[in-house]
T-cell receptor
């Protein structure tokens, strides 16, 4: 079946530190991959996406590369800010699963000033 | 980007009453909307897929008679929690697909509705 595994949090970093949140997936076919961010008390916002192997999604300094050989889509940012504190969800969507999003468990990121 | 709204943002109700939550796509037409439930510090659980003009498709384990979904127009889907009980207390989130041609369609999420059943 389709599933997404994310590293457990919370991840606590100091401002300007480098961020990596690992995400691996299991899927048949060629899924699209997404990172969503949820700020406290809000709904999810699409952060970035990649639709095919070797694509790099990027937005607001975050980036993730679709690696089919390792079935991974790790999220990175070179220098985090306090305002990046949120919950980050990795997700996949697979045509063979009716185009429904399958989410990972989410990773809490806390950035200290 | 596309905007999806939900109303109300918070609702508190007594056990046994019904609650209706609205999900609207504000600047696009959405033939497909989704309803999710999120438990504290957990991921989103897909409850059902709402298709305009047809019956909703429910995920396994979700009671369709308890969670009534109506997708009356291309911009509005409603979720009614019938005879709500404290265990139905949760954060309910809807999303709508902005069509761009099959595989690259993007899902936009509403801000969520916090339901508390006393």
């Amino acid at each position: 079946g389709n599933s997404v595994t994310q590293m457990e949090g919370p991840v606590t970093l100091s401002e300007e530190a480098f961020l990596t949140i690992n995400c691996t997936y299991t899927a048949t076919g060629y899924p699209s991959l997404f990172w969503y961010v949820q700020y406290p008390g809000e709904g999810l916002q699409l952060l970035l996406k990649a639709t095919k192997a070797d694509d790099k999604g990027s937005n607001k300094g975050f980036e993730a590369t679709y690696r089919k050989e390792t079935t991974s889509f790790h999220l990175e940012k070179g220098s985090v800010q306090v305002s990046d504190s949120a919950v980050y969800f990795c997700a996949l969507r697979n045509k063979e699963y009716g185009n429904k999003l399958v989410f990972g468990a989410g990773t809490i990121l806390r950035v200290k000033s | 980007g596309a905007v999806v709204s939900q109303h109300p943002s918070r609702v508190i109700c007594k056990s046994g009453t019904s609650v209706k939550i609205e999900c609207r796509s504000l600047d696009f037409q959405a033939t497909t909307m989704f309803w999710y439930r999120q438990f504290p510090k957990k991921s989103l659980m897909l409850m059902a897929t709402s298709n305009e003009g047809s019956k909703a498709t429910y995920e396994q384990g979700v009671e369709k008679d308890k969670f009534l979904i109506n997708h009356a127009s291309l911009t509005l889907s409603t979720l009614t929690v019938t005879s709500a009980h404290p265990e139905d207390s949760s954060f309910y989130i809807c999303s709508a697909i902005l069509p761009s041609g099959g595989h690259t369609d993007t899902q936009y999420f509403g801000p969520g509705t916090r339901l508390t059943v006393l």
